[in-house]
């Protein structure tokens, strides 16, 4: 099993996927941005607005929704499945400020309605978008905590995976809204962000019963983050492992006035400082955290991006198995000095 997984890994997954092309065209596919994806063969649908860079002491928002259990070692969190697995979403909602943040479960028959009237998709009473490509409205409610957002998407897109069986794309977006968390409200104009939906099959149309881990689809290490590097420009960074060998590692950039480019060729990320005490998840899992991270990118030689990062932030549980957290980082970008603000999604499930 091992051999025909690194296969796969190393072999079959690149000769398929057209993600990389198909960054740097216009978005023409909305259709398929539906909470069914579209087709019986779905099983697993993702909904997600993540907005870094904001002031303090929120300095980020993520909306991070699964309808479906994915049968991944990443993001599977096997104490909070219904019966069946097929049956539960998650969704996920924090920022910086304060000690609370919002990750609960729900079972997609009885608590999330899909296409209903003017709702895309809701989440029991704390979640619920509305409208369609390039406009949606988010609101967003739990203990001490609101949101109201209209969100505006381009159609400059990155995406992560594009074949038969799982569709991964953000949208370069606006927002401009409302947040109040704590008492503390903050008045949201035109700020960049990312509106993001995924669909795919679902190793769960097979079974009923929880997949062990050492069965699950092995992909056992993720990051993700999002820089506002300007008004104007933004940068995705990623990387994906499987069985410890990396999948993907890359950076797409997008601008505004639709100018997009990816970088895969020369990306690096190296943690250069781990948290001494291994964060616990809810289930007693342990997970060890970055404090100190680098991203090095250069295009046929030349230096593109390198900046050094900094946890600026508590991390929020609830991204499957892993964290979210923001942070602080200076650099360089196209030979100038940069300095700025981070969002981090982090899974680390490789053996240590």
């Not at 072999?11 to 398929?32: C, H, K, N, Q, Y």
């Not at 704590?182 to 019963?209: K, M, V, W």
Request: glycine fraction near 8%.
């Amino acid at each position: 099993m091992s051999l025909l997984n690194h296969a796969v890994v190393d072999g079959v997954l690149p000769r398929i996927d057209s993600a990389v092309a198909a960054s740097v065209e216009p978005f023409t596919v909305p259709d398929i941005m539906r909470p069914d994806g579209g087709s019986k063969r779905y099983g697993i649908v993702h909904y997600g607005v993540f907005i870094p860079g904001l002031p303090e002491p929120f300095r980020y928002c993520n909306i991070m929704t699964l309808l479906g259990a994915t049968g991944t070692v990443i993001m599977d969190n096997d104490y909070l499945l219904s019966d069946p697995p097929s049956d539960t979403a998650t969704f996920l909602c924090s920022t910086a400020q304060g000690q609370n943040h919002h990750y609960q479960a729900y079972s997609i028959a009885r608590e999330c309605r899909r296409e209903e009237g003017d709702v895309l998709v809701s989440f029991g009473d704390n979640l619920v978008i509305t409208g369609e490509f390039p406009r949606y409205q988010v609101k967003a409610a739990y203990e001490n905590f609101e949101l109201a957002l209209d969100i505006h998407c381009t159609d400059t897109v990155s995406w992560f995976v594009r074949n038969a069986i799982y569709d991964h794309f953000s949208l370069l977006a606006s927002c401009s809204g409302t947040l109040t968390q704590n008492g503390q409200s903050l008045e949201i104009q035109d700020h960049l962000c990312t509106f993001e939906y995924a669909r795919s099959a679902s190793p769960y149309a097979l079974t009923r019963r929880p997949i062990p881990d050492v069965w699950k689809l092995p992909a056992d290490f993720f990051t993700y983050q999002i820089i506002n590097l300007t008004d104007d420009t933004q940068l995705l960074l990623t990387k994906v492992c499987s069985l410890g060998r990396t999948v993907f590692q890359g950076m797409h950039v997008r601008t505004r006035d639709g100018e997009a480019d990816i970088h895969v060729d020369d990306v690096s990320f190296e943690v250069l400082e781990h948290q001494q005490e291994d964060a616990l998840a809810p289930d007693g899992k342990a997970m060890r955290l970055p404090v100190r991270f680098r991203w090095r990118v250069r295009e046929k030689g030349a230096e593109v991006l390198e900046i050094e990062c900094r946890i600026a932030s508590r991390w929020r549980f609830g991204l499957g198995r892993g964290y979210t957290a923001s942070y602080a980082f200076e650099g360089h970008y196209q030979g100038q000095a940069v300095t700025g603000d981070g969002y981090i999604e982090y899974i680390d499930c490789q053996a240590r």
